[in-house]
């Protein structure tokens, strides 16, 4: 399953004394429908809303299973990961929670602030990759289940953000997002710098992960 507005600068960003807060929509699921509440991120929390990133759609290519499995293959990061697949010695590691709902942070080794990596589906994340240069930040989420029309309004959604060291959490930005309600992702994978595969089905899983009926495409996210 998977499987990336404006640019945000720092400035953007409404900082208290001790802390960010940022609006943010969320979706909760109320009696099987959706309803969206205002969601404040106060103190050592922060999130981002969605009108700070860039809304696009993705110009998809289509290349074979073989492909795919080359750029996995191929994918390398030029920077040292630690054991939870973020920067080493970026002052910045990653944390997941389960309570209700599965969450996943970038956290400040430093201090106690954190910021919500963003999902809307009970089950959080599905990857959370950076790119070859360690500059971009790719997260993605998706929902495969023929019902998901009674819980989430997409099948997928994908947020990118920029990455800058040194400067803790002030030095992830975010980017661009993108929702479809077409298909559901499996697997995602930088190609290069600029450009993403991803592995995906139409269908619901109904049955084994053998039954699923994959495709393959490339998108460059830079393309207008």
């Given amino acids: 399953m998977f499987l990336i507005a404006s640019y945000l600068t720092n400035d953007n960003l409404k900082v208290g004394a001790d802390a960010a807060i940022v609006i ?7 009696n099987m ?3 969206i509440e205002r969601k404040t991120a106060v103190g050592s929390l922060t999130l981002y809303n969605d009108s700070l990133r860039s809304g696009r759609e993705l ?6 299973k ?3 499995q080359s750029y996995k293959g191929k994918y390398k990061a030029s ?5 939870g697949q973020f920067i080493s010695g970026s002052g910045l590691y990653v944390i997941h929670e ?12 430093n201090t106690n602030r954190k910021m919500l990596m963003p999902s809307t589906y009970d089950a959080g994340i599905l990857k959370m990759l950076l790119s070859p240069s360690c ?12 019902d998901y029309g009674n ?14 060291t040194g400067i803790g959490l002030k030095g992830i930005t975010p980017s661009l997002n993108y929702y479809t309600k077409d298909w559901s992702i499996n697997n995602l994978i930088w190609v290069d710098e600029n450009t993403i595969a991803l592995e995906l089905y139409n269908g619901t899983r109904t049955g084994n992960k053998e039954d699923l009926k994959f495709r393959y495409f490339k998108s460059n996210l830079n393309a207008k």
Wanted: aromatic share 14%; charged share 30%; hydrophobic share 30%.
């Fill in 135 to 146: 500059n971009q930040l790719i997260v993605c989420s998706s929902y495969d289940g023929p």
């Fill in 151 to 164: 819980y989430y309004e997409y099948r997928a959604e994908i947020f990118l953000f920029n990455v800058s």
């Fill in 59 to 64: 110009n998809l290519t289509k290349i074979s």
């Fill in 24 to 30: 943010s929509d969320a979706l909760k699921k109320d």
């Fill in 66 to 68: 073989n492909e795919f």
């Fill in 98 to 109: 389960r309570k209700e709902i599965y969450e996943t942070y970038l956290a400040e080794r």
């Fill in 79 to 83: 920077c040292v990961l630690d054991s």
């Fill in 33 to 35: 429908n959706d309803k």
